[in-house]
């Protein structure tokens, strides 16, 4: 019988093993991956809600909060229909790993909604958000748990539950929650603020391996709220953008593309697809195109070790959460390509949710060049943090990523008296 090659698509067992080979490569005690392979807390709530058709319909919800042991967790929440417990309590330890690395007082949260947001009406979406928030209370406020918006969330909901919170605490709390509308307490430079993240990493990455940004090709999967910014960035620090692929089609041109009015046609065109002066593209071939960067900021596990095996380019930018197999990591590990992990390549929304909370504490508001020059420097001081953990152990800069964190962790353990 012929062998099946699958690749590991449970997203909490990859996210336990990166915590377990990171502790063994530090030497740090068993007794931290013991504490760090579970979440410290986790609820699972069933939120009845009044569709508008007058019935009740209720729905599962789900929050895990990693760990508390640097500051309060922090994390988005995502209304999907396969969100699973699971799912979520990944994504919450790589939510610990993302904040340690970029040094912010946080541990890692995230929740999820199991339902079909297409499927709502905005009324019923509303209810949704403020019978969720009701639902996790008496474990969420500004110095224990932060949620944010993910996947299917935005702004608006995030009004609606900071609204529902207050009512029922009978406080203005505009820490609880970040990706607030502006006007709530939310902080300017918050919409590009993963995308320019991810830029400034790619800037510094280009330098680390001697290559410039000027004249480099770029080719990104997704050009939404992440992928748009990053390739306006991205065309502003000197590259060219030869490819851009969404949900519903591709846009190729060798010579460059124009990303301002890419991002007009997307405007009225809700996709990439028929730019003009461009030719049609899927994502098996962007990621095989001769350029010498791709951002991936769609989906996760779109880089499998069959599609590694095709890439030609030399640097890869994680702006996606899990867009890379296990498996695929190894194959380009082995075919020299470097790649900066999700946990820094998207890492710069939960720095700005950092810089809101921060004004929302104070009661004082940034402009947004300040919210820019803080995140560049974060970014920049993160990247090498990372950089120079994997030169001192020859290790590949996610699992280096992932050491930066441990060390944080594990002192943060031991000056609680956690561990000797
Ligand atoms: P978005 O919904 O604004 O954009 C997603 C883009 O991916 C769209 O262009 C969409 O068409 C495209 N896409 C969807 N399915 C696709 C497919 N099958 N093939 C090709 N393209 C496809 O989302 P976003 O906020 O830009 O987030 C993108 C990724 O970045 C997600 O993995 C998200 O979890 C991650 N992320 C986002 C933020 C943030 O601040 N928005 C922060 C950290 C990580």
Known sequence: MASVVTETL?????????????????????AVYEYLKEPCRVLVCSIPVQMDDGQVKSFIGYRAQHTDVIGPT?????????????????????MTFKCALLGLPYGGAKGGVVCEPEQLSMHELEQ????????????????????????NTNSKLMGFMLDEFDRLKGQNTPGLITG???????????????GRGCAVVIREAAQVMGFGLAGSTVA??????????????????????????????????????????LTAWVGQEHSVANFPGSSPLSSEELFALPVDIIVPAALESQITAKVARTVQAKLIAEAANGPTTPEGSEVLFARGIRVIPDILASAGGV???YFEWVQNLMNYYWPESEVQE?????????????????????????????????ERLSEAMAARGWIA
């Open 10 to 30: 449970d997203p909490f067992a990859t996210a336990q093993g990166q915590v377990r080979q990171a502790v063994e490569a530090l030497g740090a005690p068993q």
């Open 74 to 94: 922090k994390g988005g929440v995502r209304f999907h229909p396969q969100v699973t417990l699971d799912e979520v309590k990944a994504l919450s330890i790589w």
């Open 128 to 151: 949704l958000s403020r019978g969720y928030i009701r639902a996790i209370s008496s474990i969420v406020g500004p110095e224990r748990d932060i949620p944010a918006p993910d996947v």
């Open 180 to 194: 607030k509308p502006l006007v709530l307490g939310g902080s300017r430079g918050r919409a590009e603020a993963t």
């Open 220 to 261: 990104l999967q997704g050009f939404g709220n992440v992928g748009s910014h990053a390739a306006r960035l991205l065309a502003e620090m000197g590259c060219t953008v030869t490819a851009v692929v969404d949900a519903r089609g591709g846009a190729y041109n060798p010579h460059g593309l124009d990303v301002a009015a």
């Open 351 to 353: 720095t700005v949710s």
């Open 374 to 406: 803080k995140l560049e420097r974060m970014m920049v001081d993160s990247f090498h943090a990372m950089a120079d953990m994997a030169d001192r152990h020859g290790v590949t800069y996610r699992r280096a990523a992932f050491m930066v964190g441990i």
